[in-house]
């Protein structure tokens, strides 16, 4: 049984954010539709998000092309797009003319600063999102400038993830009020909210957090990255006072368990003893050591060594399908998990079976192709 199954979603979207958050609906069942124009250059997108769903060309910026659009909305229980705020109503296409079409619809938009407000109409990308979210602010060294993420923490986290979760909400609440609804995702609300740590020092202290001078940012020693005599890095997340008690008795410095939040000359000492113990042994030799003791301990990893962690196969979050490695589904459920079931799709392969689902014959859709509609 795949849980989601019963549902229909069109796919818009193009890029990381939508493509990630109809690729999680996808593992799940979800018919996913995604719907390209017939030249868009970024319409394959990342191959691997196209999983489980099925490609369709379609020019909406053509009367027939609407037409045929309106017609699968008609029975659509997901619309899921990420233009531009007001470019789908100028098509003549978005929200209101969707829900009075199909009152049990609901529309997804995912854009960068939601579909109202003074941003609404600027354009941007991941780092600009958690730059004005003041989440750029943190990351890095006191005294340095901010440092760009290397994962799109905007884009997936505060905009893929949000998306479904908003989508999954709606979708439940139409179980009680017989209707769809808005669903609007802007990246900036959702990176605003990932502030959840340093909104908190703000408010207790009255002034928001330096970069690279709080707890979880690398400065003090129970909380930071050290490198290793083969010049690689290891992690220690000692936050709570069991876990610094631990690594401090490891290391045989018991005296410094009281002094873990002090600063000024005893933080500096800290760091230098544990900076020259982590030097002193290769990654390989900490991991052995370190890897099973009660702490929080991590190897900082390339890519190639992630894909072959033990834990990260047997979570099944690295899979091979039809001779292509990819991610798995993060999301685990016991009764009704998620499946790879088809490959990624070609683009636009699936445009003449959906048009003959539609009623359209051989001759119609020759004509849609030589009129560029599809």
Wanted: proline share 6%; net charge negative.
């Amino acid at each position: 049984m795949t849980p989601l199954g019963h549902l229909r979603v069109l796919d818009l979207s193009r890029q990381l954010p939508g493509p990630f958050c109809s690729t999680l609906l996808a593992d799940f069942g979800a018919d996913v539709l995604m719907i390209a124009r017939p030249d868009d250059p970024f319409a394959t997108g990342i191959p691997f998000l196209a999983r489980n769903k099925r490609s369709m060309t379609l020019n909406l910026k053509l009367e027939a092309g609407r037409e045929i659009f309106l017609r699968l909305a008609a029975n659509a229980d997901v619309v899921l797009e990420g233009f531009r705020p007001g470019i789908m109503a100028r098509l003549g296409i978005g929200w209101e003319r969707l829900s009075a079409l199909n009152p049990r619809l609901v529309y997804c938009a995912i854009s960068g600063y939601g579909q109202d407000g003074p941003y609404r109409d600027r354009v941007g990308h991941d780092v600009n999102y958690l730059a004005a979210a003041g989440v750029l602010n943190y990351v890095g060294e006191a005294g340095g400038p901010p440092v760009i993420p290397g994962v799109q923490i905007a884009d997936i986290g505060a905009g893929s993830l949000m998306a479904a979760v908003g989508i999954l909400t709606a979708l439940l609440a139409r179980e009680h009020t017989g209707r769809g609804q808005l669903v609007d995702v802007a990246m900036l609300d959702g990176a605003v909210a990932w502030n959840v740590y340093h909104t908190l020092l703000y408010l207790l202290s009255g002034r928001p957090p330096e970069r690279g001078r709080t707890q979880l940012t690398g400065y003090f020693p129970c909380y930071a990255v050290y490198e290793t005599r083969d010049r690689r890095h290891v992690t220690v997340g000692a936050y709570e006072e069991h876990f610094w008690a631990t690594l401090c008795r490891h290391f045989g410095r018991e005296d410094f368990i009281p002094t873990q939040w002090d600063e000024g000359p005893t933080r500096d000492e800290m760091f230098a003893f544990f900076r020259a113990a982590f030097r002193a042994k290769a990654l390989a030799e900490w991991v052995t050591e370190l890897g099973d003791v009660d702490d929080c301990f991590a190897p900082v990893a390339t890519l190639d060594e992630t894909f072959a962690d033990p834990q990260v196969r047997h979570r099944r979050m690295v899979v091979e399908h039809d001779g292509t490695l990819t991610f798995g589904t993060p999301i685990k459920l016991s009764e009704t998990p998620a499946s790879l079931r088809t490959a990624p799709a070609k683009f636009g392969e699936h445009t003449d079976g959906v048009l003959a689902s539609l009623g359209f014959g051989a001759e119609e859709i020759a004509r849609l192709r030589r009129d560029r509609v599809v």
